[in-house]
């Protein structure tokens, strides 16, 4: 069963080595989760809380737009895009932030928050990226499309694995079991937005593996 990170680790290991594929199996899972996060179908609505505790925030991973942000109990101030020639000067002030501007992953409020606040964020974004756990993220290794949709990555991965092997015609097989698996994905999400119940398994192929 696929369901985190180190999971995916040890079967594509075992694939490769039984396959004879001679390519480092976290070069063939970053160039996958690569693929899935520029595939634009794949990109999901969240909603989280952030903590506003300096001038500089570092935006949630694989934020593409930013929806609604919100501050304030009950998240009842609105934050604002600050138009570029304003976000260019400098300044000291602190307090509430009102305003903010975004310089590749990270955005700078003004004014500097003067005391933590915590702040409600909906945005667009594309797939997490999978990593080894640690301290502070224990829950690195996993997120709700591979505990839902393993053979989302499973097939990405064995797709970048014979474009790299010598059967590229396999290549191609897997890239529509892929293909496949992101319209189910895409159902889920609907089924999401919509309001239904997400929770149904799309958990299907190759039953070694667990979908």
Not at 31 to 53: F, K, M, N, Q, S
Not at 69 to 90: C, F, N, Q, S
Not at 94 to 101: A, D, E, I, K
Not at 120 to 125: G, S
Request: hydrophobic share 35%; proline share 7%; aromatic share 10%.
């Amino acid at each position: 069963m696929i369901a985190r990170y180190g999971d995916l680790l040890a079967e594509l290991s075992t694939w490769l080595l039984e396959n004879g594929i001679p390519v480092q199996p976290k070069t063939i899972i970053q160039l996958a989760e690569e693929d899935l996060r520029l595939d634009p179908r794949l990109v999901d609505l969240y909603t989280g809380d952030i903590t506003l505790d300096s001038a500089s925030i570092t935006l949630p991973v694989g934020v593409q737009e930013i929806m609604s942000w919100t501050i304030g109990a009950p998240y009842g101030i609105v934050l604002r895009v600050e138009p570029a020639a304003k976000a260019a000067r400098t300044s000291d002030e602190q307090g509430l932030p009102r305003l903010y501007h975004i310089v590749q992953d990270t955005a700078y409020l003004r004014p500097a928050p003067d005391q933590v606040y915590t702040s409600r964020m909906t945005y667009r974004a594309s797939l997490p990226r999978l990593m080894q756990p640690t301290d502070d993220e224990p829950n690195a290794d996993k997120n709700e499309y591979i505990e839902q949709f393993a053979g989302l990555y499973w097939y990405a991965c064995l797709e970048q694995a014979y474009t790299y092997g010598s059967k590229p015609e396999l290549a191609s097989y897997f890239e529509q079991k892929k293909e496949q698996m992101i319209l189910r994905v895409k159902s889920y999400q609907e089924r999401k937005r919509m309001g239904g119940p997400p929770s149904f398994s799309f958990r299907m192929g190759d039953s070694r593996y667990g979908f």
